[in-house]
């Protein structure tokens, strides 16, 4: 699976969008990039994924550049609940196994 | 709702004793995963299975077991447990898709 880059950690004012790069130069053409999130003690939990085209739910939205070798996840409207370490995975599809780096860890500020 | 519960939520064992940690799914998911998660270390895969009577070892199994009798539990078997074990384990199913995983509450087993 391609190896993903995401920041330590980051900050975002409560009621702002939170946007969380991920680069992910060595993703191959049948690679989808998966968004998971671990509340603190929680289990992950899926949030979106896309492969080339932006994608959008209920939860968030997902920019991947053209190239696909960078995306964003946007949390539009960020509140306290969203305080969590997020994971970016790139798999092949089909691949059901998820391997988890280190993530960004994501602080909402009152 | 269907769900995925794992038992027990906190053990405590001794080294040396054989532990076994129950992962049960009610989404009918074929495949079944169990990760360990360990500061410093994120959540790593230990075993995993795609179907009953299917296993297949992750990158950290030395010292685990799972068995797949049925579609609904994958349980976890730690043959001789030792200290460096203790950690917080985590199950999760996701269906033939593999598009959404779906994890459990996760286990905080202590060997002392």
């Known amino acids: 699976d391609a190896k993903t880059t995401q920041p330590t950690s980051m900050d975002c004012a409560e009621g702002r969008a939170a946007n969380l790069p991920c680069n992910h130069s060595?993703?191959?053409?049948?690679?989808?990039v998966y968004w998971y999130r671990q509340i603190h003690s929680q289990g992950p939990q899926y949030i979106i994924h896309?492969?080339?085209n932006n994608e959008t739910n209920e939860m968030a939205s997902l920019i991947i550049t053209e190239d696909r070798k960078s995306s964003t996840l946007i949390l539009p409207h960020a509140t306290l609940r969203d305080t969590a370490v997020y994971y970016c995975i790139v798999r092949p599809f089909g691949n059901e196994k998820l391997t988890f780096g280190t993530g960004t860890r994501l602080t909402i500020i009152p | 709702d269907a769900e995925i519960t794992q038992s027990p939520r906190h053990k405590i064992t001794e080294t040396g004793r054989q532990v076994t940690l129950a992962c049960h799914q009610t989404?009918?998911?074929?495949?079944m995963f169990w990760y360990r998660q360990d500061l410093g270390h994120g959540l790593r895969l230990i075993h995993y299975?795609?179907?009953?009577?299917?296993?297949n070892k992750g990158e950290v199994s030395d010292g685990y077991s799972v068995s797949r009798s049925n579609t609904e539990d994958l349980p976890l078997t730690l043959e001789s447990a030792a200290s460096s074990q203790t950690s917080v384990y985590f199950c999760?199913?996701?269906?033939?898709?593999?598009?959404?995983?779906?994890f459990g509450q996760g286990t905080r087993l202590t060997v002392v």
């Open positions: 299975s795609y179907g009953v009577h299917d296993t």
């Open positions: 060595t993703i191959s053409g049948n690679e989808y």
């Open positions: 999760a199913s996701s269906d033939q898709t593999g598009r959404e995983a779906f």
């Open positions: 896309g492969l080339k």
């Open positions: 989404w009918n998911h074929n495949n």
